[in-house]
């Protein structure tokens, strides 16, 4: 398998909003993380970092020169790589430990990061799959069910929507009906145990929660973004196959 640069290693485009989607495209789509760039007035948010495979501040301009607050949406490891390149850091309580000492066993590294089989091209470096490790990046700021996160201009609510993780959130926006969802809801195969029932019905309450939220756009954990209809009709398909 090819060889991947560092310049190569991630992709940026505006998507309005004064937001900045930025990927890794030799990262196949169903393990691709999207990273989330907010311009704020006194700072800016970056919603996820990606695997950490490659520095994401060397390699991306946009995020060098302005105050930054790195939110975790929760602790997987394709969401939290890069989460120590930034001084101030934010996740849920309930996630903070493992933000503070990842594991592969705790970022679910261990199940999925076992072969370069998630892969086009390999990172850059001595990449080994089974060698692979978070780096630790102890949160600044806990970010439980009803704070906010500033920016000077603009207002994002934290709501708690556990289900995918138990500290898993998403960020909204209500004065531009703006979802920062994570993994909680996207438009591609949504990940959950099955067989566990409590973590099931965490995620029904979670998706109950955002059916009807006036939403304009949805930006997700993974796959493009979306609006407000295809946001109810991946829920309503959810709640009708688990909401018994």
């Known amino acids: 398998m090819q060889i991947a640069t560092p310049e190569t290693w991630y992709e940026s485009h505006s998507v309005g909003d004064d937001v900045t989607w930025i990927y890794?495209?030799?990262?196949?789509?169903?393990?691709r993380c999207n990273v989330w760039h907010v311009r704020g007035r006194d700072r800016d948010l970056l919603i996820d970092s990606g695997m950490g495979v490659v520095s994401l501040r060397e390699q991306i301009p946009l995020l060098s020169g302005r105050p930054i607050l790195a939110v975790a949406s929760h602790t997987h490891f394709d969401h939290i790589g890069n989460h120590h390149e930034f001084v101030e850091r934010a996740v849920h309580p309930d996630e903070a430990e493992i933000l503070a000492h990842p594991t592969r066993a705790a970022t679910v590294a261990e199940k999925y990061v076992t072969?370069?089989?998630?892969?086009?091209?390999?990172?850059?470096?001595?990449?080994?799959?089974?060698?692979?490790?978070?780096?630790?990046?102890?949160?600044?700021?806990?970010?439980?069910?009803?704070?906010?996160?500033?920016?000077?201009?603009?207002?994002?609510?934290?709501?708690?929507?556990?289900?995918?993780?138990?500290?898993?959130?998403?960020?909204?926006?209500?004065?531009?009906?703006?979802?920062?969802?994570?993994?909680?809801?996207?438009?591609?195969?949504?990940?959950?145990?099955?067989?566990?029932?409590?973590?099931?019905?965490?995620?029904?309450?979670?998706?109950?929660?955002?059916?009807?939220?006036?939403?304009?756009?949805?930006?997700?954990?993974?796959?493009?973004s979306f609006g407000q209809e295809r946001m109810r009709n991946i829920i309503r398909e959810f709640l009708g196959a688990f909401d018994r």
Do not use: C
């Not at 890794?24 to 169903?30: A, G, M, N, R, T």
């Open 24 to 31: 890794e495209p030799h990262v196949k789509e169903y393990y």
């Open 115 to 224: 072969s370069d089989h998630f892969l086009t091209q390999l990172p850059p470096g001595d990449w080994q799959a089974l060698r692979y490790e978070i780096q630790p990046a102890p949160p600044t700021h806990l970010l439980p069910e009803g704070s906010t996160v500033e920016t000077g201009d603009r207002s994002f609510e934290v709501f708690h929507l556990p289900g995918h993780s138990p500290g898993s959130i998403a960020l909204y926006e209500r004065a531009r009906e703006i979802l920062f969802a994570g993994d909680v809801v996207y438009d591609g195969p949504l990940a959950y145990d099955e067989d566990n029932a409590a973590e099931m019905r965490q995620y029904v309450s979670s998706m109950k929660r955002l059916l009807d939220l006036p939403v304009r756009v949805v930006h997700g954990g993974h796959y493009p």
